[in-house]
């Protein structure tokens, strides 16, 4: 428990920071959407003037653009890659930073298990996560419901934000397991970038073709498709199962590797 509370209180700073990102962003997005959606032919005819994968890959659905879900979903593609970006940094330094900060000698020589260090480290990095989406999902209604001119479906907000938790458990799983096999990981946020925005490209620019529904199960960004969400109110339940497999498996693959690899403090 000590270990939990000393990284949780670690993440302290960082589980602010993002926060107050990812809903800055959202803020100054859906503070626009009261005039978009005044002037919502105007504003057709411009994005209807982007190339049809250039809208894709924004999340623009030129027939429901000018309601406040469908221009929700273009907002929330650019909250995601954030969110992403903030999991996979959590993931690849959370198990990596004892012997980045050369303090892998002084906690592993406590009295304590390596598997009951990484579920500690692993329940805070989850806790912030579920911080970070409490409080944005909180906000972000309170805006929506504001800019809102007609009667804001609480359910659908709902099952649309939760994907950001998702996609975060996702990428955090991911960036844990890789860190795992690397001796000593120096620098986290080139790595992290690099694989995030690599995923994110796969599934903005390939799955769009005739194979789509095969490419998409490469990029985690396209298994909650949000019109899908706002037309079924549900989730596509083939790529819900394939994100909880490869979270379960990299957790799963991450305990063992962790478990008995030499960890050295100084390289």
């Known amino acids: 428990m000590n270990i939990f509370l000393f990284e949780l209180k670690s993440l302290r700073k960082n589980t602010i920071i993002w926060t107050c990102s990812l809903f800055a962003l959202a803020a100054i997005y859906l503070s626009l959407f009261p005039s978009i959606a005044k002037d919502a032919a105007d504003f057709k005819n411009l994005l209807s003037g982007y190339p049809q994968a250039i809208r894709d890959m924004l999340g623009i659905q ?6 406040l879900f469908g221009f929700y979903s273009m907002i929330f593609a650019f909250i995601l890659l954030g969110g992403a970006i903030q999991a996979m940094n959590l993931g690849l330094s959370m198990l990596s ?19 009951a260090i990484t ?47 998702f996609i975060q458990i996702i ?12 001796k000593t990981l120096k620098s986290v946020l080139p790595l992290s970038l690099g694989i995030t925005l690599a995923l ?68």
């Open 200 to 267: 994110y490209m796969v599934g903005s620019l390939l799955a769009s073709g005739a194979d789509a529904e095969i490419v998409r199960y490469f990029s985690p960004f396209k298994y909650f498709e949000i019109p899908y969400i706002i037309n079924h109110g549900s989730y596509e339940i083939p790529y819900l199962l394939t994100g909880l497999i490869i979270t379960v498996v990299s957790i799963a693959v991450s305990y063992v590797v962790y478990n008995k690899k030499d960890i050295h403090a100084v390289s």
């Open 97 to 115: 930073k004892e012997s980045r900060e050369r303090t892998a000698d002084f906690l592993l020589v406590k009295p304590v298990s390596r598997t």
């Open 62 to 67: 030129l027939d429901s653009i000018a309601t």
């Open 171 to 182: 990428f955090f799983s991911l960036g844990l397991v890789v860190s795992v096999f690397f």
């Open 119 to 165: 579920s500690s480290k692993i329940l805070a990095s989850l806790t912030s996560l579920l911080l970070t989406n409490a409080v944005f999902f909180l906000a972000s209604f309170l805006l929506a419901n504001a800019v809102n001119t007609g009667n804001l479906d609480f359910k659908l907000f709902f099952l649309i934000n939760i994907t950001l938790l």
